[in-house]
């Protein structure tokens, strides 16, 4: 079944669906309760690090495991309250999310549309080794962006009947 592309209102409202489904499976509460939470999520959609946390989320609420992948290094203070940069040891060019849902290897790297963010070539050829490997690669540039191509090649089916 095609499922058309998904406006940012119906990705959200299925991220919701999906969020309620999960809090209903894993606590034991009084409905509104958790249609409250649900409805005052504070998740961004927008921002780069709204989708990537959106993402994370909505797999983690579909069954999934999903995982950011932090690449960039990290400044500390040495005990003369110098700071030094430490690089990051991850392979240059990683994607930002690693998911495994229903066995597969799906890797996901975000690059906001609002920010004109372009994939770099390490990170192109990271895909190509990836996908050499048998994983999924996807680049996300909007949360519906992805919330379309996650229902039509990896759920396979309505968000509303998989939560």
Do not use: C
Request: hydrophobic share 35%; glycine share 6%; aromatic share 12%.
């Amino acid at each position: 079944m095609l499922y058309p592309l998904f406006t940012a209102k119906e990705a959200i409202a299925y991220y919701k669906v999906a969020k309620l489904a999960h809090y209903r499976a894993k606590y034991t509460m009084p409905d509104e309760s958790m249609r409250s939470i649900v409805k005052n999520d504070p998740q961004n959609f927008k921002t780069t690090n709204g989708i990537t946390g959106a993402i994370i989320k909505y797999v983690t609420y579909v069954g999934g495991f999903a995982n950011r992948i932090q690449s960039a290094g990290r400044k500390i203070k040495t005990k003369s309250d110098k700071e030094i940069y430490i690089p990051g040891t991850t392979k240059r060019g990683t994607p930002d999310v690693s998911i495994i849902y229903k066995g597969l290897s799906i890797q996901v790297e975000v690059k906001n549309a609002a920010t004109k963010d372009k994939i770099s070539p390490e990170q192109s050829k990271v895909k190509m080794q990836l996908e050499a490997a048998g994983a999924i690669y996807f680049v996300a540039e909007t949360f519906e962006g992805f919330m379309t191509w996650w229902v039509k090649e990896i759920q396979k089916e309505s968000p509303l009947t998989a939560a």
